[in-house]
Every structure is written in C-alpha cells, then in structure tokens.
Nanobody, 125 residues
Framework: QVQLVESGGGWVQTGGSLRLSCAAS????????MAWFRQAPGKEREFVAM????????RYRDSVKGRSTISRDIAKNTLYLQMDSLKPEDTAVYYC??????????????????WGQGTRVTVSS
C-alpha cells in the first residue's frame, strides 16, 4: 500500500523559510513524477511544484518560482520542497502527490494517483 506522509509545515513569519518533506512508503518514486500542491482556506487546490522522474526537470507555479526548490532523495524515497521568502499568501495545506508516470508535461491533479494527508503552512502577516 502506497503511502505519502508530509511533514515540516508550521508557523513562520513573513520572509521566513520552511522545508517540507514527503516520505514515501509502499512504493518507489525514484523514477516517477512527484509534485506539491496546496490548498488555501476557501480556495481550490493548486499546483505548486513538480519534479519529473528524471530528477532534473522541474516546474513551478509563477508565484513561487525563484523562492522554492523541489528536490528528492532517492535513497530515502523522500521528496522535499524548500520554501524561502514566504508570504502570507503561501498559507495553505501543502500536499505531496506521486504519479505513476515517468514524465508529466502539465501538472494536473488527475495525473497523480497518490496523495499525502497534507501539512499545514501558516505564514503570519
């Protein structure tokens, strides 16, 4: 049974940093596309960052580009999202998502078969 467990969320002041982790078990995502989505209160879930199965191709939503870095540790079967210069609008529950595909061109929620329970990020104003 595949399970993705996020951690690393919390409360941070504007301009601060957090590193989110997504530990995978029951499946190896070393060569699979993985991504981060987030859902702010009262809003739809939205794409944040994606790392393709080659471990090199990345994609970020415009609002986090330059402030965020997605990476993975294959040996630990863990995905990370380093977020810097956080803003109040980054406040959301962040979800880790794993695909069954090596490559995903355009990230859509339906492309990802596995999801974590989410970790909450709150950025104070």
């Amino acid at each position: 049974q595949v399970q993705l467990v996020e951690s690393g969320g919390g409360w941070v002041q504007t301009g601060g940093s957090l590193r989110l982790s997504c530990a995978a078990s029951g499946g190896n995502f070393g060569n699979k596309t993985m991504a981060w989505f987030r859902q702010a209160p009262g809003k739809e879930r939205e794409f944040v960052a994606m790392l393709n199965g080659n471990g090199l191709s990345t994609r970020y939503r415009d609002s986090v580009k330059g402030r965020s870095t997605i990476s993975r540790d294959i040996a630990k079967n863990t995905l990370y999202l380093q977020m810097d210069s956080l803003k109040p609008e980054d406040t959301a529950v962040y979800y880790c998502a794993g695909a069954t595909y090596y490559f995903v061109r355009t990230p859509r929620m339906t492309d990802f078969a596995y999801w974590g329970q989410g970790t909450r990020v709150t950025v104070s104003s």
